[in-house]
């Protein structure tokens, strides 16, 4: 059947494939070590030191990795980033497992997660040329990640109550590892290998555009992991009493849907694919958090206030996420196009790290339970303000 297809489709049928495979790992893997550690008796901010090295490697990997997916093509970026995922799976399976050991499990994981990604979302600029079906392709990528790492979440947390912890790593890197020996084999070379060897000095975008829209993408990704990565898993479960079962589950079903609307972005945006619509979307967004935190200090339901207010924060983050993500690849310069792309996802990474920091310490620092994520939604709230008044600058005209 797959002999029919062009060879750029078939590539972009086995990128997506790679990515599919790894997101669901990585969404597995952050819900087995937020459940697992909590349930040892973990704090809140000691959870999200666990992840301190993930997001920080990220925002290091997203910037070098560019530069290396341009000097030796991002097949072997891609490639690349699946090895070191086996590996950090492997590492999780010692005996005794100890903070500083799961910490550089985790920076292996962060590595091996953004070359991944950045491999992905720069390989469709070289495969899908054609300016007028770029968006619609970024979506569906962008779209179906997330639907998988949703049902990741799920896993992660049926695992967890079906194998234990060391089950669950066990079987997660066996699957991943026959992925990575297929894409071996599969993966084209010389995939968005810049033509000509760009300098260590172009790691950084001299693009107004890209610099406008990271600085966007970094408040915007902070905002979301500010309530999302820390403090929500641990009020669901400790505060409501949901088991692991039920915090998983409902996570995974958010985010599945999430991913769900951000691959209908283009129908809902129409041509409006520009700085205005980034702007409008993410005003709109702004004033879901400060809602929701509204609605706990007046003493609404807790579970109410968090699945009413996490249906519409999905919906309007994704069309926020699905937009940028499009805007980034089209800004993109052709040539080494993953140099552009590495840049804006190093700003998505930091807003990530800066996002679960503050998730954990906040939470903790304002008493946990309703107070705590109060104020993270608070933060939340100002970050998404600091995106809309960063977007006011994007430019103004339609890209397709």
Known sequence: ??????????????VTGNYWAFTLTDGALRMLVVLHFHELGYSPLNI????????LFGVITNLAGGWLGARIGLNRTMNLGLGLQVLALAMLLMPAL???????????????????????KSAI?????????????VA?????????????????????????????VTAMAAALALVWLLSLILLKQELGKAKHKPKFRDLFSKSPAI??????????????????????????????????????GFLALWVMGYGLVQSLAPRITGKQADGTGATCWAAALTLLPAAMALGLMNGL??????????????????????????????????????????????????GRLIGTLLSGFVFQLAGQGSAGLQACLWISA????FTTLISLRLPRRVYF
Do not use: C
């Open 1 to 14: 059947m797959l002999t029919g297809l062009s060879p750029a489709v078939r590539q972009y049928l086995v």
């Open 48 to 55: 999200a030191l666990l992840f301190l090295f993930y997001e």
């Open 98 to 120: 100890t903070v500083p050991w799961v910490m550089a499990a985790q920076a292996l994981s962060g590595i091996a997660k953004d070359l991944n990604k950045m491999s992905a």
């Open 125 to 137: 600029k070289t495969l899908v040329p054609e300016e007028g079906s770029l968006y619609k392709w």
């Open 140 to 168: 569906v990528l962008t779209g179906s990640k997330n639907a998988l790492k949703g049902a990741g979440f799920f896993l992660g947390g049926a695992l967890l109550a079906w194998l234990g912890f060391a089950g669950a």
């Open 211 to 248: 610099n406008i829209l990271s600085a966007a993408r970094l408040f915007l990704f902070g905002a979301r992991d500010v309530w999302f990565v820390v403090a929500l898993p641990v009020f669901l479960s400790q505060t409501l009493g949901w088991s692991h079962g039920q915090t998983g």
């Open 301 to 350: 339901s807790p579970a109410w206030v968090l699945i009413g207010g996490l249906l519409l924060f999905g919906v309007v983050f994704a069309v926020n996420s699905s937009l940028h993500s499009y805007l980034i690849v089209s800004h993109a310069s052709s040539d080494g196009v993953s140099l552009d792309v590495g840049f804006y996802y190093m700003s998505n990474a930091m």
């Open 382 to 385: 100002l970050f998404l303000l």
